[in-house]
């Protein structure tokens, strides 16, 4: 009984590093996968953060439990600069296919809305303490991707789409959006 439990252990713990792994990221629910091949062509992001929760709270009790009106700003600017990453990334690795851009003002053939519904951003203590991935932020959400007349043309679900832990925040929001342009990526080509 004693070389059992142990042994139950390590198997149990080989089981969950593995099924995370499964049943994370982005799923294709419908639509065109190869819209990434369209070359010279352009897609807006957006993100909607209407109906996120943060930690498992409104975005509006964890805003207002991080310091209220200061702690909203540095997080819009944390999304902002997170939407470039994701954009940066994207059109490294897609080559000569559609480009990303985050300008509203561009005249751009398709939107893509990444709508978070929930947000963990992450521990710098664990990334500092633990190290190896600990403390990395991940979210779910959707992907939503129109043409310019507004017809459906990819819908992607987003199971704890995570990033490489990092010791601040920023960095930590940043690398899961780049992370999510390369799993995003990866997914529309299989």
Known sequence: MKRLIPTLIATLFAISAILPAYASGP????GNKAIYKESGKTCLIKYDTSEMMIEEKSSEEYIKEHGGEPFRLELEGVFAESKEHFAEKWNKLVGDG???????SANADYIMTIKFTSLNLGSAALAVTIGFGAGGSYF???????????????YVTVAKQTG???????????????????????VLKK
């Open 27 to 30: 799923t294709v629910i419908r």
């Open 98 to 104: 559609l480009k990303m851009v985050t300008n509203s």
């Open 140 to 154: 779910y959400g959707t992907v939503d991707v129109k043409n310019a007349s507004g017809e459906e043309s990819l």
């Open 164 to 186: 490489r832990s990092k010791t601040k925040a920023l960095k930590r929001m940043n690398s899961l959006m780049e992370c999510f342009a390369d799993d995003l990526l990866k």
